[in-house]
C-alpha cells in the first residue's frame, strides 16, 4: 500500500487542514475519574477488601476489563470479572446521576466545535450505558459519532477505537486531533496516528513528539488545534 502522509518538509495545505476532533469522556470532558475509583473502592468494600490507593494509577484510563480484572486479582476477591464489572457500572452510575460536573472549558470547546461544523466523535473505554447516560449532560447534538469500549474488539491502549471513529467521519487518522487525559488514551491516540493534546488529569504525562500537553482544557480552542496540523511531528 503507497503511504498517503506526505514526507516531511513537503505537507501541503490540504494535508495540513484539521478533518475531525476526537474526545475521550472520563476525566477529558467530565470530572469523573475519581467516580470510578469511588464506585470501585466502594464496591470492594463490601466485598471485604480494602484497595490501596497506589492501585488508582494502575486502573485509570483503561477498559473496564482490564481494571476489574486486576482489582479481582489483587484483592483476590471472590467475584467473577462479569459481575464486577455489573456492579461498577451501577456505582458509577448512581454518582453522576447525583452529580456530574463538566470539566473547566469542555462546555465551550464543544460549542465551538459545533459551531464552526468540526466533525467531532466521542472515544471513551466506557460502556455504551455510561456513555448514553453523560450525553444527557454534554449533549448527543455535540457529537457526529460515539465509540464505547463494549462495542469494540479492543479498546484503549489499542488504536481500534480512533481508527474506527477517524474512518466514521470520514477522516484521515494523521489530520485528526485527539484529546485525552491519560496514558492510555494517549497511547492508543499515537497508535492510531492522530495529534495528541493530552489534559492530564490523575497521573502527569510528558510532553512528546506529535503531542502537546496542557493544564487545561481552557487553553484549547479551535485554532489551537488547527494550529497542530502543521506543527512537524
Same mark, same amino acid.
Request: net charge negative; glycine share 8%.
Given at each position: 500500500?503507497?503511504?498517503?502522509? $506526505?514526507? $516531511?518538509? !513537503?505537507?501541503? &495545505?490540504?494535508?495540513?487542514?484539521?478533518?475531525?476532533?476526537?474526545?475521550?469522556?472520563?476525566?477529558?470532558?467530565?470530572?469523573?475519574?475519581?467516580?470510578?475509583?469511588?464506585?470501585?473502592?466502594?464496591?470492594?468494600?463490601?466485598?471485604?477488601?480494602? @484497595?490501596?490507593?497506589?492501585?488508582?494509577?494502575?486502573?485509570?484510563?483503561?477498559?473496564?476489563?482490564?481494571?476489574?480484572?486486576? *482489582?479481582?486479582?489483587?484483592?483476590? &476477591?471472590?467475584? !467473577?470479572?462479569?459481575?464486577?464489572?455489573?456492579?461498577?457500572?451501577?456505582?458509577?452510575?448512581?454518582?453522576?446521576?447525583?452529580?456530574?460536573?463538566?470539566?473547566?472549558?469542555?462546555?465551550?470547546?464543544?460549542?465551538?466545535?459545533?459551531?464552526?461544523?468540526?466533525?467531532?466523535?466521542?472515544?471513551?473505554?466506557?460502556?455504551?450505558?455510561?456513555?448514553?447516560?453523560? *450525553? *444527557?449532560?454534554?449533549?448527543?447534538?455535540?457529537?457526529? @459519532?460515539?465509540?464505547?469500549?463494549?462495542?469494540?474488539?479492543? !479498546?484503549?491502549?489499542?488504536?481500534?477505537?480512533? @481508527?474506527?471513529?477517524?474512518?466514521? @467521519?470520514?477522516?484521515?487518522?494523521?489530520?485528526?486531533?485527539?484529546?485525552?487525559?491519560?496514558?492510555?488514551?494517549?497511547? &492508543?491516540?499515537?497508535?492510531?496516528?492522530?495529534?495528541?493534546?493530552?489534559?492530564?488529569?490523575? &497521573?502527569?504525562?510528558?510532553?512528546?513528539?506529535?503531542?502537546?500537553?496542557?493544564?487545561?482544557?481552557?487553553?484549547?480552542?479551535?485554532?489551537?488545534?488547527?494550529? *497542530?496540523?502543521?506543527?512537524?511531528?
Amino acid at each position: 500500500m503507497t503511504s498517503t502522509v $506526505p514526507p $516531511p518538509g !513537503t505537507r501541503t &495545505a490540504e494535508s495540513s487542514t484539521l478533518q475531525a476532533v476526537l474526545l475521550d469522556m472520563d476525566g477529558t470532558l467530565v470530572d469523573t475519574e475519581g467516580f470510578w475509583w469511588d464506585a470501585e473502592v466502594e464496591v470492594f468494600a463490601q466485598l471485604g477488601h480494602r @484497595l490501596d490507593d497506589a492501585w488508582r494509577h494502575v486502573v485509570v484510563g483503561g477498559p473496564m476489563t482490564r481494571s476489574a480484572g486486576f *482489582l479481582i486479582e489483587a484483592t483476590g &476477591a471472590r467475584i !467473577t470479572l462479569s459481575e464486577l464489572t455489573v456492579l461498577l457500572n451501577d456505582g458509577f452510575e448512581n454518582r453522576i446521576a447525583r452529580s456530574l460536573p463538566l470539566m473547566p472549558g469542555a462546555a465551550r470547546l464543544l460549542a465551538e466545535l459545533a459551531a464552526h461544523g468540526v466533525p467531532t466523535a466521542l472515544v471513551s473505554a466506557s460502556h455504551r450505558r455510561i456513555i448514553d447516560r453523560v *450525553l *444527557l449532560s454534554l449533549g448527543a447534538q455535540n457529537f457526529t @459519532l460515539t465509540v464505547a469500549g463494549d462495542e469494540v474488539e479492543r !479498546t484503549k491502549p489499542f488504536p481500534d477505537p480512533y @481508527l474506527i471513529a477517524a474512518a466514521g @467521519l470520514g477522516a484521515d487518522p494523521t489530520r485528526c486531533a485527539v484529546i485525552e487525559d491519560t496514558a492510555t488514551g494517549v497511547a &492508543a491516540a499515537e497508535a492510531a496516528g492522530c495529534h495528541v493534546v493530552a489534559v492530564p488529569s490523575v &497521573a502527569p504525562i510528558a510532553p512528546a513528539a506529535g503531542r502537546t500537553v496542557v493544564r487545561s482544557l481552557e487553553q484549547v480552542d479551535l485554532p489551537f488545534l488547527r494550529g *497542530l496540523m502543521t506543527e512537524k511531528r
